[in-house]
């Protein structure tokens, strides 16, 4: 098992993003973090994001 780690942070918040890769699979997380009480424009986009990927595997 292979992992890296890269952390992007910015006045308004932060991406995470974590590549694993086992064998011949490799999966990416990416996290979108905000800096404000309610959700602004990376915590929409992370949830977007998140329900785009949700549909692909259904």
């Given at each position: ?8 942070s910015?006045?308004?918040?932060a991406?995470i993003?974590q ?5 011949d ?11 404000h009480?309610?959700k602004g424009t ?10 785009a990927v949700k549909?692909?595997a259904q």
């Amino acid at each position: 098992m292979v992992g890296s780690n890269r952390i992007v942070s910015k006045p308004n918040g932060a991406f995470i993003v974590q590549c694993i890769a086992v064998g011949d699979t490799t999966v990416s997380v990416v996290q979108g973090i905000d800096y404000h009480q309610q959700k602004g424009t990376l915590g929409a986009f992370a949830d977007q994001a998140f329900a785009a990927v949700k549909a692909a595997a259904q």
